[in-house]
């Protein structure tokens, strides 16, 4: 039988500590000095990227056999976020909180779909997740993934390192 006083030591200590995120595949401990979620970005208000056309960013410095790797999905791990079904202010909300929880990953994969069902062709949630990155701060790159990885409806995202 455990006594009282035994099982009072098991919850105050038990109590002190985190628990370990199992899922994770980074085992790097968490940096205290997080970037705060971004909120400064604009919303789009025309459509002007179709779901067939290929999208590609990158700000000067970055590696072109990253991007090559990028571009033939030849990436380890990366968390992956499915804006199907979202507004326009519901992507962005959703984007800056996965790119928050998720800064210290090399890649993330945002899916935006190609925007089938949009009017003439033309997909506004992808225009808006290609704006939304363009002005990210942490956002160093993006391509359209390979067909295996959702092609023009998904990006991987290359993060700035922290």
Avoid at 141 to 146: E, G, T, V
Wanted: net charge positive; proline share 3%; aromatic share 8%.
């Amino acid at each position: 039988m455990i006594n009282e006083e035994d099982k009072n030591l098991f919850r105050s200590t038990v109590e002190k500590n985190a628990p370990i995120d199992k899922d994770s595949h980074n085992n790097k401990s968490k940096s205290t000095n997080r970037n705060e979620a971004f909120k400064a970005y604009s919303y789009i208000t025309d459509a002007d990227l179709s779901g067939a056309d290929i999208v590609y960013h990158s700000q000067s410095g970055v590696s072109p056999k990253t991007i090559k790797k990028m571009k033939r999905g030849d990436i380890d791990y990366a968390p992956t976020l499915d804006l199907h079904g979202q507004s326009v202010v519901e992507a962005c909300e959703s984007l800056s909180n996965f790119i928050y929880h998720h800064q210290e990953q090399k890649f993330i994969q945002i899916i935006h779909g190609k925007g089938y069902h949009s009017d003439q062709g033309k997909s506004i949630l992808k225009s808006q997740v290609v704006s939304y990155l363009k002005q990210h701060p942490q956002v160093m790159a993006f391509n359209s993934c390979p067909a295996k990885d959702g092609g023009t409806g998904a990006v991987f995202v290359l993060m700035r390192s922290t």
